[in-house]
């Protein structure tokens, strides 16, 4: 029987921008498969966990990338604030990573956790104010 995905998708968490919202889901299609390489517990795991971090960081800098194009082309007036959000981000799972690879105290279930909660409260604070601003000044995606 195949397990529960540790988080989904759901329409609240949807910014109105199709690319957007697909890569949204990616992330936590990623988060998904973190938690079932944690879950794994073995050897094998630990590998599985290596090679879906590097992906998952590979694929945050391309999110954060396109959503910050998008915001600079509709005048986001808070783009400089949510950039800070997204490069603190990038420096935490960067720092966890490394204490990963290094050999330091690193629990996965704990960063799953913790990229999870991040993620859903990122787009339901940070990325719905854009969604508003698009609504209330009708900017038009080009």
Request: net charge negative; hydrophobic share 40%; charged share 30%.
């Amino acid at each position: 029987m195949a397990e529960e995905p540790f988080v989904i998708w759901e329409d609240r968490y949807s910014v109105g921008i199709p690319l957007i919202d697909d890569q949204h889901k990616e992330l936590l299609n990623l988060t998904n498969a973190l938690f079932t390489a944690c879950r794994q517990g073995d050897e094998t795991a630990k590998v599985r966990f290596r090679e879906v971090i590097r992906s998952a960081v590979e694929y945050v800098k391309l999110h954060f990338t396109t959503e910050e194009q998008i915001m600079e082309q509709i005048g986001f007036p808070e783009l400089p604030g949510h950039k800070k959000e997204h490069e603190a981000f990038v420096k935490k799972v960067l720092e966890e990573v490394k204490n990963f690879e290094g050999g330091k105290t690193f629990v996965p279930n704990q960063f799953v956790r913790f990229l999870r909660d991040w993620v859903l409260t990122h787009i339901a604070m940070s990325d719905k104010k854009y969604e508003e601003f698009i609504r209330k000044t009708k900017k038009q995606m080009v």
